[in-house]
């Protein structure tokens, strides 16, 4: 990445929350309607403590939902893939889930679960399907050709899936893993919003909602930039990964002029 | 019946050729019941035969109706014709990935079936993988360690030149050099028998006249048989000991062209007047598969 791609954004956030802050101090706007970039930062090492290990708990149930949407998606695509039987019987229901609006499937899981299990079903939920049909499009997806090449030389099944399957289907399956990291963020900031509207779990959203309730807005917003820093780490270590593999053969992690 | 002895190399531009046009109506019958020839190769066994192979495809469209042709071993097969005359398919069946709706393929030894070469029209080669990998590809799947496999996947990397690439990965090369690395993957398995489905299609002809060069040399070390699939008149006349031109209905084969295996293919053949009246030849026959299929 060059230098002028880090810099430039960087650049024109810094004038943005410069704004902020002079629109703020110029208006005197309260800290209660709107708090300055300034106080928000004060806020956020004030209660740092609280809100870091709050992160900490949203974070852990975020990853877990990604691992066990990992594990969970790619294992339905390769069950999906054998055949177009197994396709029919069983991808309906995962689009069911799919586009069935989380924040309403949330409430209900709260009346079955355990608050903390209903939150990480939530984050599961949102992460799983981009996982599966990303996965399953890549395993359906194998240049004809090379088909053939495994046919001619008697690839067994076990040999076309490890040698020809699987590494076709990892730049589709790394594309889901990115949307799926930053959905079980969400999933699991809706959850536990549902969850903290009820008085219950310790995450960030629930932060978001107690202060709510006290009025506390600089600390609504630093738990907000927290939020939204853990989405930008997720997205940024999913997108590393993904240029680390991919490198030096598929065109999505090439340099341009490369 | 039998087949004339190998005749003694000629040089570049000397040697003989030998025209069989097929029977109006009629697809050509095998060459050695029209009579033999000197062209088919460096032996005399029949490597196998299609009898009769019709291949219809699940959208109805019939691409070969009837196919009788023998493949002997040694010889450079040339199947020329316009696009969708059924040269492609010829190759899938030998190869046996398509299988015939009618008819059969027949094998004087099966052993030369479970181990083809193939060479397509794209270098097909995994792109996650290096030069190594691709090339070893087949002795992976057959079994092979890397480590035993080491040394006959450096012997055809050097046949092609490729030795200095083997971590390279495949973006990295040449489009030549990509057609390079799929040819030594065929030929790592030490086939006897090398199906080419049009393999230099998409390459200048630069790059194209030195293939042709270094296939001939590669053919004269290893003796393998190979088919070639091609739309191009002056390759086929150049690599060829016998150039089969099909047409446009079914895959009907109009003519049959044998060119003398002792002849040198070097650049000295490109501008002889042996090259220009083979490649006449193969012109006029084509003219006419195509003008049938008009």
Known sequence: ???????????????????????????????????????????????????????????????????????????????????????RALLPFAIVLQVTPIVAIAPLLLVYLRPDNAVLVCAFLVAFFPILSNTALGLASVDHALRDLFDLYRASPWQKLVYLRLPAALPQFLAGLRIGGGLSLIGAIVAELAAGASGQGTGLAYRIVEAGFRLDIPRMFAALALISMAGLAIYGALAALSHYLLRGWHESARERGE | MGRPPCPSPAKAGEGTLTTHIADEGHNLPPLLRSGGGTGRGLGNDRLLSLH???????????????????????????????????????????????????????????????????????????????????????????????????????????????????????????????????????????????????????????????????????????????????????????????????????????????????????????????????????????????????
Not at chain 1, 37 to 66: H, M, Q
Not at chain 2, 125 to 134: E, K, Q, R, S, Y
Request: with cysteine; net charge neutral; charged share 20%.
């Open chain 1, 1 to 87: 990445m060059k230098r002028g791609e880090i810099a430039i954004p960087l650049a024109v956030f810094a004038v943005a929350l410069g704004l902020w802050e002079w629109i703020v101090a110029a208006n005197a706007i309260p800290p209660y309607v709107l708090p300055a970039p300034s106080a928000i930062l004060g806020k956020l090492i004030e209660d740092r403590e609280l809100l870091f290990s709050s992160l900490l708990v949203t974070l852990g149930v975020t990853l877990k939902a990604l691992v066990t949407a990992t594990a969970s998606g790619v294992a339905l695509a390769l069950l999906v893939a054998q055949s177009k039987w197994m396709e």
């Open chain 2, 52 to 294: 009769g192979v019709s291949k219809t495809f699940d959208n109805g469209v019939t691409a070969l109706a009837g196919l009788d042709l023998d493949i002997y071993e040694g010889e450079t097969l040339s199947l020329l014709g316009p696009s969708g005359c059924g040269k492609s398919t010829v190759l899938r069946l030998i190869a046996g990935l398509t299988r015939p709706s009618v008819g059969a393929i027949t094998w004087a030894d099966p052993q030369v079936r479970k181990n083809l070469g193939v060479v397509f029209q794209d270098p097909t080669l995994l792109p996650w993988a290096g030069v190594f990998d691709n090339v070893y590809l087949p002795l992976r799947l057959a079994g092979q360690s890397r480590a035993s496999a080491e040394p006959r996947v450096m012997e055809a990397l050097s046949r092609v030149g490729l030795a200095d690439f083997a971590q390279a990965l495949p973006r990295q090369l040449s489009g030549g050099m990509k057609m390079r690395c799929a040819i030594a993957r065929a030929l790592v398995t030490e086939p006897a028998l090398i199906l080419m489905d049009e393999p230099f299609a998409a390459l200048d002809e630069v790059t194209r006249f030195k293939l042709n060069d270094d296939l001939v040399a590669l053919k004269k070390d290893l003796g393998a048989t190979i088919v070639f699939v091609t739309h191009s008149i002056f390759e086929s006349a150049f690599l060829s000991t016998r150039i089969v031109i099909m047409s446009k209905p079914r895959g009907r084969i109009v003519e049959e062209i044998e060119v003398d295996p002792a002849l040198v293919r070097n650049a000295d053949f490109r501008t002889s007047e042996t090259f220009a009246e083979i490649s006449r030849r193969v012109s006029r026959a084509l003219r006419k598969a195509t003008g049938e299929a008009a």
